[in-house]
């Protein structure tokens, strides 16, 4: 009902209800008449509530049009209750020329007041801001209220704010409109930097005997459990409960140290040693120990006036981390304070955080340190014999939040939009960010579902964000949208103070009478107890100078492709509107070097959450989170395959399944203990790594694994149904069996073509296992025939992990009459075991026959031995060459190495590969790829053409390797 007033000011309204139309607008005669075309600030002022001379009262601004020009300021007194927001009445149209600065806050809105008295905010026009607006940031005057919190709120269709902002720490600033231009704004909360939030572990401070007390068990010796580079603390009592028990404080870094059987902290010693007078001397230290390699550490160890001696200890921690903004080295600063005293005099506890209050966590963006110089490493031994010493200790926990951020149910909801220190930005037509400079806040949000413009030179900073983008054209670019990393420290301190006192006696031996050479010289010898106050505070540092950012719902729009470059951490929820999705690489002197999708929340769904993918393309990274229901990478289904997935990059769960038309992994496949299992039309694995602690299942039409790194823990089972290859020249890996209770490799088609001379299989045997596999390859008798075509392997390596038979491999074959074809085939431990012309820990079927070019027991070669064994079904093919033994390995690899096997009488071998114009060519031989002999080298005189070397193998020599290294001119 409250469009009556905008049409009042704006329209005439088409007369019904005549009656209570006439009403409204007598009602509203008053607030017209009183309003104002514009309200204009031509000069500073500073406006004070309550009123306080020689300022005014605030003004009660009621206009269409605000426009600021000159300094503006509001400044609400403390002690009036909830000091309220400025806001204007009845403006449709806000301008801010120069600078804005209020104690409490502003909202820029459209407030109205209906006939009745009731204020209601509605969309204001425009909001333009090229100036300033400071709210609870400076102090104002003498009564600053407020000061760490503030408030700033737009509600308007358009707004352009190039301008800046600033809001103390634990404020809120909104922008909400269709269009909303943040180009080259600047946006801090808190100046740039939220201070950390620092929690004492929960465990050790509910109770009587929490944090501190008194250690009586004798078994903390000073003189030995401090000794550099060691610092061994006394044992504290833990437990919320009498008596509670007694251990090594909790969360130190402890090394187990001999002779003496300590468990010390490696530290680096401070101290300083103060004569009170002639009967105390304190002895003040400091170990600190850290275990963040950026971080570095100054020491100052204070004396406080009038009593000397009495000082704390700081602990300044330096960490370096690039700088989002500037992309240059900057530092940030930790400061941990030790008050000694207090420390053992029955400390308390913080009640919010539950931190001793001897100790003191805080954190800057700037150095505090006033010009005192940092106190030299340095030691002075202790006395030995074990000590009564009162303590306290601290396990803190460094949060990159000013307030915690777990949730107040177990409800599925955004707690972190309840924050306090949040900006919000929404624009639900428009947003640019382009060169924005946003940082300061616990959570950001970010808000455009149908045309976010861009953020090009932008730099965005926050731990928590919310993202919500899109377009309108179909094609949604994500790059440096967010710092992946924001300068907050994070991760645990841990301290321990102490105190005890030493007596000792002091003896002084003065003379009397005439001093030497006299003869009558008297000797009087005093003697008095000295105390010796003994101070010490170990602090270890895990706690990093930055955090990374993390994403509660990532909402990415756009129809055709969305393209991330930049790395999320994902809490709660995912959503990827679009075709294709890539995650790409990045330049150099990127913040990421790729992007990151890393789904950690429970309730993060790929599946769900990518219902119209049809091309994935990941050249970066792809986590999924390791627990839960989601922890499985579901890639297209059976009913809808993607058209593409091509990985260059990392994707990790705890198991995947894959349904694609054409499915290409030149990266790293990695699923934890779970299964992969793919179903596509063309598969090439070459280049790439798949790992997987279970089945490994793989059905294609064509398969191509050239250099391929494969491990199935449980099994392998691969169904080609018009090739499988490694295309040869190169070397490929297969590791299987070694968690399999059952299942080996398996080949249950042959496809028409296809071999695997040049990978290695190794299939193993765990104890007491009986591992079968199943091979469907022809048998076509003692014939190097059987190494074309046939799904030969290069490299066959059984390892029997257990005595046979209760470790046994059983090979059948996949129809009437099959054989495998291995190069060389290695028997390994148990594996290699004989018996009466048995191999006893295979078990050959009826139907199944292996055979071999060469066969070695634990190294020592069998090949003649073993042939005809297990009833006939181990068979020597003894004139095949295999490849494998001529494996090449290419330094600056021009092209792929080309090898060829050559027969009789040379049996040798063939290398050719492309070179460059008048490169030096130098070919290598080794028998163990360990130690390497030049075999020839030479230069190339005719451009672009192949290079070409035949070379026979060494008599005797099992395994001969080449090398070849092409070094352009």
Same mark, same amino acid.
């Given at each position: 009902m409250y469009a009556f007033k905008a049409l009042l000011r704006h329209a005439t309204r088409a007369m019904k209800w005549p009656l209570l139309v006439a009403l409204l607008c007598v009602a509203s005669v008053h607030r017209v008449a009183a309003q104002s075309e514009f309200y204009t600030n031509n000069a500073p002022n500073i406006y004070y509530a309550p009123y306080s001379p020689p300022y005014s009262l605030p003004p009660n601004i009621d206009a269409i049009n605000f426009i600021n020009l000159e300094p503006f300021t509001i400044n609400f007194a403390y002690g009036i209750g909830n000091p309220p927001y400025f806001e204007t009445f009845d403006t449709l149209n806000y301008t801010n020329k120069s600078t804005m600065t209020c104690n409490t806050g502003f909202l820029f809105d459209d407030q109205i007041t209906d006939p009745f008295g009731n204020t209601e905010h509605t969309t204001a026009s425009t909001f333009y801001n090229p100036g300033t607006v400071d709210c609870a940031f400076y102090s104002i005057g003498t009564n600053l209220a407020l000061a760490s919190t503030g408030y700033f709120g737009v509600m308007a269709t358009n707004i352009i704010n190039s301008g800046v902002v600033n809001l103390g720490v634990n404020g809120t600033l909104i922008f909400t409109g269709q269009v909303v231009n943040l180009d080259r704004s600047f946006l801090t909360i808190g100046a740039g930097q939220s201070a950390v939030q620092v929690v004492n572990d929960p465990s050790l401070w509910f109770g009587p005997e929490a944090g501190t007390g008194v250690d009586t068990n004798g078994e903390w010796d000073p003189g030995?459990?401090?000794?550099?580079?060691?610092?061994?603390?006394? %044992?504290?009592?833990?437990?919320?409960?009498?008596?509670?028990?007694?251990?090594?404080?909790?969360?130190?870094?402890?090394?187990?140290?001999?002779?003496?059987?300590?468990?010390?902290?490696?530290?680096?010693?401070?101290?300083?040693?103060?004569?009170?007078?002639?009967?105390?001397?304190?002895?003040?230290?400091?170990?600190?120990? @850290?275990?963040?390699?950026?971080?570095? %550490?100054?020491?100052?160890?204070?004396?406080?006036?009038?009593?000397?001696?009495?000082?704390?200890?700081?602990?300044?921690?330096?960490?370096?981390?690039?700088?989002?903004?500037?992309?240059?080295?900057?530092?940030?600063?930790m400061y941990f304070r030790d008050d000694y005293l207090q420390g053992v005099s029955g400390p308390g506890f913080n009640p919010i955080t539950g931190v001793p209050n001897n100790f003191t966590i805080t954190t800057s963006p700037a150095s505090l340190n006033t010009g005192q110089?940092?106190?030299?490493?340095?030691?002075?031994?202790?006395?030995?014999?074990?000590?009564?010493?009162?303590?306290?200790?601290?396990? !803190?926990?460094?949060?990159?939040?000013?307030?915690?951020? @777990?949730?107040?149910?177990?409800?599925?909801?955004?707690?972190?939009?309840?924050?306090?220190?949040?900006?919000?930005?929404?624009?639900?037509?428009?947003?640019?960010?382009?060169?924005?400079?946003?940082?300061?806040?616990?959570?950001?949000?970010?808000?455009?579902?149908?045309?976010?413009?861009?953020?090009?030179?932008?730099?965005?900073? !926050?731990?928590?964000?919310?993202?919500?983008?899109?377009?309108? @054209?179909?094609?949604?670019?994500?790059?440096?949208?967010?710092?992946?990393?924001?300068?907050? %420290?994070?991760?645990?301190?841990?301290?321990?103070?102490?105190?005890?006192?030493?007596?000792?006696?002091?003896?002084?031996?003065?003379?009397?009478?005439?001093?030497?050479?006299?003869?009558?010289?008297?000797?009087?010898?005093?003697?008095?107890?000295?105390?010796?106050?003994?101070?010490?505070?170990?602090?270890?540092?895990?706690?990093?100078?930055?955090?990374?950012?993390?994403?509660?719902?990532?909402?990415?729009?756009?129809?055709?492709?969305?393209?991330?470059?930049?790395?999320?951490?994902?809490?709660?929820?995912?959503?990827?509107?679009?075709?294709?999705?890539t995650v790409t690489t990045n330049a150099p002197g990127s913040p990421t070097p790729s992007g990151e999708l890393n789904m950690q929340g429970y309730s993060v769904d790929w599946s769900s959450g990518t219902p119209n993918l049809l091309y994935l393309t990941n050249d970066g990274s792809i986590f999924f989170t390791p627990f839960g229901p989601n922890s499985f990478g579901y890639f297209g289904s059976s009913s809808a395959p993607y058209v593409a997935l091509v990985n260059a990059g990392t994707i990790s769960d705890e198991g995947s399944s894959v349904w694609a038309d054409d499915f290409e992994n030149g990266g790293l496949f990695y699923n934890g203990v779970g299964n992969f299992s793919l179903q596509s039309e063309t598969a090439d694995l070459s280049r790439g790594s798949l790992v997987a602690g279970g089945d490994v299942t793989i059905s !294609?039409?064509?398969?191509?694994?050239?250099?391929?790194?494969?491990?199935?823990?449980?099994?392998?089972?691969?169904?080609?149904?018009?090739?499988?290859?490694?295309?040869?020249?190169?070397?490929?890996?297969?590791?299987?069996?070694?968690?399999?209770?059952? @299942?080996?490799?398996?080949?249950?088609?042959?496809?028409?073509?296809?071999?695997?001379?040049?990978?290695?299989?190794?299939?193993?045997?765990?104890?007491?296992?009986?591992?079968?596999?199943?091979?469907?390859?022809?048998?076509?008798?003692?014939?190097?025939?059987?190494?074309?075509?046939?799904e030969a392997i290069g490299h066959l390596i059984l390892d029997a992990l257990g005595t046979p038979p209760g470790t046994l491999f059983t090979f059948n074959g996949a129809s009437a009459n099959n054989a495998l074809y291995a190069g060389r085939l290695d028997l390994l431990d148990n594996a290699g075991d004989l018996a009466n012309g048995y191999v006893t820990a295979l078990d050959i079927a009826s139907n199944m026959v292996i055979y071999y070019a060469q066969a070695f027991i634990n190294g020592v070669d069998v090949s003649s031995k073993l042939d005809g064994y297990n009833g006939g079904h181990l068979r020597w093919v003894s004139s095949y060459t295999p490849l494998?033994?001529?494996?090449?390995?290419?330094?600056?690899?021009?092209?792929?190495?080309?090898?060829?096997?050559?027969? !009789?009488?040379?049996?040798g071998?063939?290398?050719?590969?492309?070179?460059?114009?008048?490169?030096?060519?130098?070919?290598?031989?080794?028998?163990?790829?360990?130690?390497?002999?030049l075999f020839t080298n030479f230069v190339s005189t005719t451009p672009n053409a192949p290079a070409n070397l035949m070379l026979a193998r060494p008599a005797g020599v099992a395994n001969w390797f080449y090398r070849v290294v092409v070094t352009p001119p």
């Open positions: 030995v459990d401090l000794a550099p580079p060691f610092a061994a603390p006394s %044992w504290v009592r833990e437990g919320n409960f009498i008596p509670g028990f007694w251990q090594q404080p909790p969360g130190f870094t402890y090394f187990f140290i001999a002779p003496n059987g300590l468990f010390a902290v490696p530290t680096e010693p401070y101290y300083a040693a103060t004569v009170v007078n002639t009967n105390l001397t304190i002895y003040r230290y400091v170990f600190v120990a @850290n275990t963040v390699p950026n971080v570095s %550490w100054n020491v100052y160890i204070n004396n406080t006036p009038p009593v000397p001696g009495t000082g704390a200890a700081v602990v300044e921690f330096v960490g370096s981390y690039t700088n989002p903004a500037t992309d240059l080295l900057a530092n940030d600063y110089a940092p106190a030299p490493p340095g030691f002075l031994p202790l006395p030995a014999g074990p000590v009564t010493n009162a303590y306290t200790f601290v396990n !803190a926990q460094i949060y990159p939040t000013t307030v915690a951020t @777990n949730a107040l149910s177990d409800e599925e909801s955004n707690y972190l939009a309840a924050m306090p220190g949040n900006i919000q930005v929404s624009g639900t037509s428009n947003l640019d960010l382009s060169y924005a400079q946003i940082s300061g806040a616990n959570y950001l949000s970010m808000q455009s579902p149908n045309q976010f413009d861009g953020n090009q030179g932008a730099s965005i900073a !926050a731990p928590f964000l919310n993202i919500n983008l899109g377009v309108t @054209n179909g094609n949604l670019t994500v790059s440096n949208l967010a710092a992946p990393l924001v300068p907050d %420290w994070q991760g645990t301190l841990q301290a321990w103070n102490a105190r005890w006192l030493q007596l000792a006696t002091n003896i002084v031996i003065t003379t009397s009478n005439a001093p030497p050479p006299a003869t009558n010289i008297t000797y009087v010898t005093n003697s008095f107890t000295i105390t010796n106050d003994f101070r010490v505070v170990i602090v270890e540092n895990q706690a990093t100078p930055t955090s990374p950012s993390e994403v509660w719902d990532l909402f990415l729009h756009g129809t055709n492709s969305i393209v991330i470059s930049d790395s999320f951490n994902i809490m709660h929820g995912i959503y990827l509107d679009g075709q294709s999705l !294609a039409g064509s398969i191509t694994a050239s250099n391929t790194f494969l491990e199935a823990d449980a099994s392998l089972t691969i169904y080609p149904t018009n090739s499988l290859t490694d295309q040869g020249g190169t070397n490929g890996t297969w590791i299987i069996g070694l968690n399999s209770i059952g @299942n080996g490799f398996n080949l249950p088609i042959l496809p028409p073509s296809g071999d695997l001379l040049d990978t290695t299989i190794t299939l193993y045997a765990p104890d007491n296992k009986d591992v079968t596999s199943v091979w469907a390859g022809q048998d076509r008798g003692v014939s190097n025939s059987g190494y074309s075509n046939d494998a033994l001529f494996r090449s390995l290419t330094v600056n690899p021009v092209a792929k190495v080309n090898v060829t096997p050559i027969g !009789a009488p040379l049996n071998v063939a290398l050719s590969w492309n070179t460059v114009p008048y490169a030096t060519n130098s070919v290598y031989c080794s028998t163990n790829l360990v130690s390497w002999q």
